[in-house]
DNA sequence: TTGAAAGCGCTACCAC
DNA sequence: GTGGTAGCGCTTTCAA
């Protein structure tokens, strides 16, 4: 059996009231000496509070929940282990420890966002993959668990998100090319509901500005995921054009790599017989050959972000709703130049 | 207020006791019809346990305590990442949460450890990145909590490991080079006690078995950490004896391109005036020009086994304790060759 | 099958 | 300053 606070009184011959009085810090309610020696009973015994009981009498919990999205290998993904840390570099300074709610199908997704309301924690932070499952959400609002939705615009009065703008990701990409020469682009966009739009509203954007017909033909959107092999698939698609791009927008660092490929094995230079964008900013990007051209998503800002703002609703529920983006930036390296001729 | 069985019972016409059961899955004791319109209402209310309280009970939390090590960035080094992958995969699969609890020092890592004991978890997992504090570890074993430390060897009677065999690492690294025909082999050491020990050894039993005489001044152990800049200024150190080794080995990826660096910036081939292997297989290795040849350390098996082995003792307490190593594996790629002449 | 009552370990409030 | 008492929300006896 583990020791009580019961324990440590007897020990020390005062009252469970008089210990935990100690243990929560009020010294000034507590006789100096006493004080003293409740403290060595409490370091002899190895006595711990049991946080079950402290909750029970609803005391905060410094602990935050976070939802990861259902993905296998969740820390191996480049966003997911930089929110992570953002999240949890944010919340230690601060005294808080995280409770990681794991899942490995949406359904469960749903389930722990649920578990938000069971009492550990103080307040939810809910990372998305991009598919997220917004079914319980509302029972949160209701309940008015304080939380905030990383990388997902849910536009919901009563919710908190902070995004990456997307849009804004991929019009820095498209620009950057424009004011090198281009002005035949071709665009390889990944598959998720939410960020393919805004991607897309970004290429078309800075085409837009610079008064550039979109031609769809140059527009490829896969439905394999951010992987290296759709980047090697969709490459051909644009190579095979009637006319074919100068340079090529991606939607991911990997997607990027694997135009690369596509590209060497055709015997094309990067850059100077196309030009390639990434997404991303990968570890990999700057080992690339040429070294890419990418645009950095700020994902440990994102976690950093997000617990303060948990962290003011946390402290006080009474606050306007936050929806706030983060933009991405552009990492110049050696993938872009001027188009050939 | 969040709505609690009581509500619920109120609400459904029973009593708190019968709402338990249908909570907890005690079907054979309720009434099917009663059970329904008890879920009936529960769904209608949103109702959710109330963790503490379940806890207080005594029940099992189907959490796992995870301690981090104090470092900032913890989710963006591989080890972390790759461990923490592995853990939630394997806790996710058998319906287990992650209460990571963060530190910023070493201080704060030992306090956390002792919150192990605090009920809100099964077990934990202890993870290492080479300067653990075993301060508390005794109180967990008085208090005979579960608990499995990660990459870090502590030889105690009632302490849980689970770690990579690093001189097993440095030793099929050395000997892939003596297989080559190199005999003159520089080695870059880190500077964790319990990690650089364990390479040397490899190290030297490679040596050993080939008849070599182990040759002091081919070994650098630095002070810097596994970084570039260590390997950078290593390799100056290695290049400026009398008799330069063919060939050296390090002991991180991020030494081995720091190595490469400087290597270029005097000129020097690699793999075809020296040869040059790393240890770890992070991503980024396989980018390296020429692509690095390495020691791959599976962090996340290490993850999924120490979840294993804290299951076992979860379920039950009454088990040998668990010293375990996993061999890390030769990676193959480009970084070694023959000796030159 | 259902209901009443005790108790998990702690905090908070009350007198002393 | 200190000691008693109630109660947080739940599970688990034990009776009905």
Redesign the pocket.
Known sequence: ??I???DVAKRAG?????V?LV??GKY????EE?RERVEDVIQEMGYV??FA??Q??G?RTKTLGVILPPLRNAFSFYNMSEMSSGISDAAGAQGYNLMFFVCNERFKQGLNIRLLKDSRIDGGLILDNGRLVIHNIEELERDEIPFVILNYRLERPKTNYVAIDKEHGSYLAVKHLIDLGHRRIGFINGSLPQHIEERFYGYRRALDEAGINLDPECVVTVTEGWVEKTGYEAADMLLELPQPPTSIVTSSDLIAIGVYKRLKEKGLRVPEDISVIGYDDIPIARYQDPPLTTIRQPYYDLGVKAVDILMRFIKNRDQKSVHESIKPILVNRASCSYPPR
Do not use: C, F
Request: proline share 4%; aromatic share 0%; hydrophobic share 30%.
């Open positions: 059996m583990r009580t606070l019961n005062v009252s469970r009231n008089t935990s243990v929560n000034d309610k507590v006789k006493t509070p049991n009981a402290r029970l009498t005391k």
